[in-house]
């Protein structure tokens, strides 16, 4: 595969940019929002409709795969673009912050992370130089830096540890990704909601040089108050020129608020986990479709989407194939969500181009103020 990876800003409006990154594998539009595809696919889609809710990129994880199928036999097989039928770029998270969150008995030193799987309680180890080896061999096109993201709470001091740890982590994630043309290693940021540390590590990360920039550490239970209030200056101490993706996150007015703050990519499971469970995201708010008050209803769930399942099904088909645990209840609020936070970004995109952000920012909010109908 030819090609370069490269990043071009084409507006600004105050802190907000849009822009184009090129990849070998094809553009991602910013601000972009990224599906999350944890086991090789975005559960109850398929590929083609996730790029019909207009994705561009997809998210894969380290953790989930290199314990099943594992990224050797993915390798085997093609890589993951050929093994999931998504030809289009594709992000991998490097696994520290799965192993934490998800695997038991784990053990965590300067060299990287001993764990057991919560699979099959077999056990592994993840470190830069492995976590890098698996994403090459998973052939995804922006591998993330192996990080540490440390839980809350946590003291000021420990946040400084694991972020300290973090950098040194960062330089070994560079020096183990090597020269890969055409694929973009990002670092990520870390440092809790202290500013000095924030900035003592984009200075770190900036100093050893990387293709992108993630904001990790956040979205991790501390609310979006706080969350807003790191945002209000981290992205700032990252260079501009340079991709800034917000890990984990989020609602639709947590996007629009990043977006506001110069993030420019983001991804979060939510509106495909939520989707499964009957919570549709409109411009009018949240519906819960299981909600009895559905069961008659013959309006779609928001009269002004255009997805599959607005055009063609009523609240009342809704309300009964979730209530019947019908498998397509999940694939239709699936995609309608997804359609839903595609369409807020492109609305962003576009809002940023003609300078008239703040305006498309009033307009959401006053929509969702309405509440549903
Ligand atoms: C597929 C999931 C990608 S985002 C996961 C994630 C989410 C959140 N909230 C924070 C972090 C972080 O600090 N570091 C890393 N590597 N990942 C994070
Ligand atoms: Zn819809």
């Known amino acids: 595969m030819t090609g370069r990876f490269s990043f071009t800003l084409n507006a600004t409006d105050g802190q907000a940019r849009t822009g184009v990154i090129q990849t070998p594998r094809g553009d991602v539009r910013t601000p ?6 944890t086991a090789a696919t975005v559960k109850a889609m398929l590929p083609g409709s996730v790029r019909e809710t207009g994705a561009d990129i997809l998210l894969g994880n380290t953790y989930h795969l290199m314990l099943r199928p594992g990224a050797e036999r993915i390798d085997r ?9 998504w030809d289009r770029p594709i992000l991998t998270d490097s696994g520290g912050f799965q192993v934490m969150s998800l695997a038991s008995l784990r053990k965590l030193t300067e060299d990287g992370v001993t764990f057991s799987s919560h699979i099959d309680g077999s056990k592994h180890f993840l470190s830069p130089e492995t976590s890098m080896e698996i994403q090459r061999l998973l052939g995804s096109d922006i591998v993330m830096a192996f990080d540490e993201c440390p839980a809350l709470p946590a003291s000021e001091e420990d946040v400084a540890k694991s972020m300290q740890l973090s950098m040194r982590w960062a330089q070994r994630s560079r020096d183990a990704f090597g020269d890969r043309p055409g694929h973009a290693l990002f670092g990520i940021m870390q440092g809790g909601v202290t500013p ?6 984009a200075k770190a990360l900036t100093a050893i040089g990387f293709e992108g920039y993630a ?16 945002l209000d200056y981290a992205p700032g101490f990252l260079p501009q020129d340079k991709p800034r993706y917000l890990m984990g996150v989020g609602k639709p007015d947590d996007i629009v608020g990043a977006v506001q703050r110069g993030i420019d990519m983001m991804d979060c499971v ?10 549709a995201w409109t411009r009018r708010g949240q519906v819960n479709i299981k909600n009895a008050r559905h069961a008659d209803d013959p309006r779609p769930v928001d009269e002004a989407c255009t997805c599959p399942a607005c055009r063609g099904y009523s609240r009342a088909y809704l309300h009964h194939v979730f209530r019947s645990g019908e498998m397509i209840s999940g694939m239709l609020l699936t995609w309608h969500n997804l359609h839903y936070y595609q369409e807020l970004m492109e609305g962003m995109r576009q809002a940023i181009a003609m300078g008239r952000l703040d305006s498309f920012v009033a307009e959401f909010h006053a929509e969702r103020a309405q509440g549903d109908i």
């Not at 000095?196 to 590590?201: C, D, K, P, T, V």
């Not at 939510?270 to 919570?279: A, D, K, V």
């Open 270 to 279: 939510l509106p495909s986990r939520s989707g499964r469970t009957g919570q």
């Open 32 to 37: 972009a929002f990224m599906p999350v595809g």
């Open 215 to 230: 904001v990790g550490g956040l979205a991790v239970g501390e609310g979006q108050e706080a969350m807003f209030g790191v």
């Open 196 to 201: 000095e540390l924030r900035e003592e590590s």
């Open 77 to 85: 097989l093609g890589g993951l673009h050929k093994f999931m039928n």
